[in-house]
């Protein structure tokens, strides 16, 4: 794969841990980016960071990928808005890809359904549920807005969860499930670019890409300024 895969520039900005990665058939560098600053002041210069490491200069980038939500809006928002003027300025292809799916996508050989979650404030979670097929993930639930209560009333067996949304709801999804309620280690369980990337290049490989101009981020629920002026959740 690696001979005829793009070098893609992914960017994860999610959740509270994300970051940028290259990848080209394998994870080439990675940074990852945890903490109160915001994305929009770390970004950039942790990609200058990689390109210098690796010898390279930023028209090297063959395609772009960025992680879409749901997650943070703010995040999101930085995240799209950066890869988009990086796709106009370099003409490179974009491709989107669902946060949850590439959380997942973090234990692609789990013979466990795996259930991603993240944390939607309110007491609720962001969740999906996947089974892995020949590495990928591939949807049993799709991504929704779910109380802790009627997530785990859902989980019928067990299941290997991975998300930020463990930090906040870890030991209550514990306590419910009990022996169906397994944990990825804490290496997989952030937030990554290079799983953005990775779901990425499946697509990339596979011919299809997202038109820049028409990509969104995928809330489940409306900004705090959409719901001020009465729009309902999408």
Known sequence: MEARAPLILALETSGETGGVALYRGRLLAEV?????????????????????????????????????????????????????????????????????????????????????????????????????????PEVLRRPRILSPERLCAEISGPALFVGEGLRVFGEELRRRLGERFRQAPGHLREGRAAAVAYLAEHRLLSGEVDDPATLTPFYLRPSEAERSRGLGRV
């Open 32 to 136: 990852t980016l945890s903490g109160a600053l915001t994305y929009s002041r770390r970004l950039l210069p942790a990609l200058d960071f990689l390109l210098a490491q690796l010898g390279l200069d930023l028209s090297a980038v063959e395609a772009l990928a960025v992680a879409i939500g749901p997650g943070s809006f703010t995040g999101l928002r930085i995240g799209l808005a950066t890869v988009k003027a990086l796709a106009l300025i370099l003409k490179r292809p974009v491709v989107g890809v669902e946060t949850l799916a590439a959380l997942a996508a973090q234990v692609p050989e789990s013979p466990l359904p795996v259930c991603a979650v993240l944390d939607a404030r309110r007491g609720e979670l962001y969740a999906a549920l996947y089974r892995m097929v020949n590495g990928y």
